[in-house]
């Protein structure tokens, strides 16, 4: 059988991209071969280790169990975007600062549902435990990951509380 | 262990058909029958996908179909849409009001990137037998909805699970709605035992009780990871019903279930273990009930 393929338009961080690809692509496929967005990993392909995380249409998904064909039209977030201008994502400066990655091979995927966590006003203690829990961590053991957690948790409700505009504490 | 074409490609070839209306997705199920998939969630289905342990000839993505979605809760029932994502029932306010044991069952299943996508509809037509649902729309006496091009039809959870993995859908049907009646007169919990939290447990109950004076007027029970689908263990509820709560009430009733059911082994336990899983589920469930009288630990009750 021949295989099938597709024109799919999709944009990634912000930008429009097409292109025709087999219909059995997985987006996780998708993104780093085709597009060249490899700062989506892939770990286990098929689900369990939570490396291929990316947002949807801001809804954290696993790329690796979607097809490049079921997003077209959507909007893509990728960890490539958290730092457009080379300056870190608070998130990430959290797990730089925390020691929340070793060697880094689960944290794009970590970065992407802590992004939704946030922007869906997740608390801290389930950010923790339900959302870091779709995540799989051979190195670090977790505790860096969630004291970088605990410290952008902080932030935010520190934000939260500060009068508009006031500068937060670096 | 993945079969690799320059290391991009997982699934082995397949058409893929993505339907605007339900008619067109019933008709491509009646077209193509036992060579079709249906992808809703996807979040069983492309793992077989990418490891080839599932080869289906057409693939028919049934997410662009409209109208498949719908949540609604009424006095009757919760009626879920094949397409409502877990994370929907999780969140879903009436659902929470009208039975809460869904939203907590569901809680346990996988993980919010899982469940953002997985498909209520599709967890209950995999019918995976460790699964949560299939346990929970057995407690509640529940059904499934069938489509195909020629007819709908309603079938009981009973008649619906078949087996591991099998059920009584036919080629050309699409789940289109679970419905799991409300049952006000009872109240339902879900506790369960899984290694790891977001796995699927090793042994699952929804039990759900109604009481009059400390006494049980009404039990249900199922369970799920015992057996090759959802199981209601009947002889444990007649043997709740009329008798008082307390530990040793607790303790025979989990004892019965142990007794009731005839696990398979396999790698996640062997059949005793899950079986003494079960038996302390049941038990624990029972023991921590509210609104029985405070006993001593040690005293016998009732
Ligand atoms: S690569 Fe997708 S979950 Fe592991
Ligand atoms: S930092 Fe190495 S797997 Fe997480």
Redesign the pocket.
């Given at each position: 059988m021949k295989a099938e393929t597709r024109e799919v338009t999709v944009s990634v961080n912000g930008r429009e991209l097409t292109r025709r690809t087999e219909v059995r692509t997985l987006l996780?496929d998708f993104l780093r071969h085709e597009l060249g967005f490899t700062g989506t990993?892939?770990?286990?392909?098929?689900?369990?280790?939570?490396?291929?995380?990316v947002l949807v249409d801001g809804v954290p998904l696993?790329?690796?169990?979607t097809l490049a064909v079921q997003v077209d039209g959507s909007a893509v977030e990728t960890v490539e975007g958290l730092a457009p201008e080379g300056e870190l994502s608070r998130m990430q400066q959290a797990m730089r600062d925390e020691h929340g990655l070793q060697c880094g091979f689960c944290t794009p995927g970590i970065l992407m549902s802590l992004l939704a966590a946030e922007r869906d006003g997740v608390s801290c203690e389930r950010a923790c435990t339900d959302v870091l829990g779709g995540h799989i961590c051979r190195c670090t053991g977790y505790q860096g990951i969630r004291a970088a957690i605990r410290l952008r948790w902080a932030e935010l409700e520190h934000e939260a509380a500060a009068p508009h505009g006031e500068e937060t504490p670096a | 262990m993945f079969p690799r074409e320059g290391g991009r490609v997982k699934p082995a070839v397949f058409s893929y058909l993505d339907p605007r209306t339900l008619e067109e997705a019933l008709g491509a199920l009646a077209d193509h029958g036992d060579d079709a998939s249906v992808l809703a969630g996807g979040q069983s289905l492309v793992p077989l996908l990418n490891m080839r342990l599932a080869r289906p000839e057409v693939v028919v993505d049934v997410n662009r179909v409209p109208g498949l979605d719908a949540l609604r809760v009424d006095a009757g029932a919760v009626r879920v849409g094949a397409l409502v994502r877990a994370a929907a029932v999780e969140r879903d306010p009436a659902v929470a009001g009208a039975l809460p044991v869904l939203a907590e069952a569901v809680r346990h299943i996988a993980h919010p990137q899982i469940r953002s996508r997985t498909t209520i509809g599709g967890n209950i037509a995999h019918a995976d037998p460790s699964s949560e649902l299939p346990a929970v729309l057995a407690a509640v006496d529940g059904a499934v909805v069938l489509r195909s091009a020629e007819e709908e039809r309603t079938v009981g959870w009973e008649e619906f699970f078949v087996s591991v993995f099998t059920t009584a859908r036919e080629p050309e049907e699409l789940v289109t709605e679970v419905v799991f009646p409300v049952r006000p007169e009872l109240e339902f919990r879900w506790v369960e035992f899984a290694r790891h939290h977001g796995d699927f447990p090793v042994a699952g109950v929804c039990l759900g009780l109604s009481l009059a004076d400390g006494a049980v007027r009404q039990a249900r029970l199922a369970a799920t990871g015992v057996g090759d689908r959802p199981l209601r263990l009947r002889e444990v509820e007649a043997a709740l019903t009329g008798s008082v709560l307390g530990p040793e009430t607790a303790r025979e009733a989990g004892e019965l279930a142990g007794r009731a059911v005839d696990p398979p082994s396999d790698v996640h336990g062997s059949g005793d273990f899950r079986r003494a899983i079960l038996a302390t589920l049941v038990r624990r469930t029972i023991e921590s009930w509210p609104g029985q009288a405070q006993r001593g630990r040690k005293g016998a009750a009732a």
């Open positions: 996780s990993h892939v770990g286990c392909e098929h689900g369990v280790c939570g490396a291929c995380t696993r790329s690796c169990l | -």
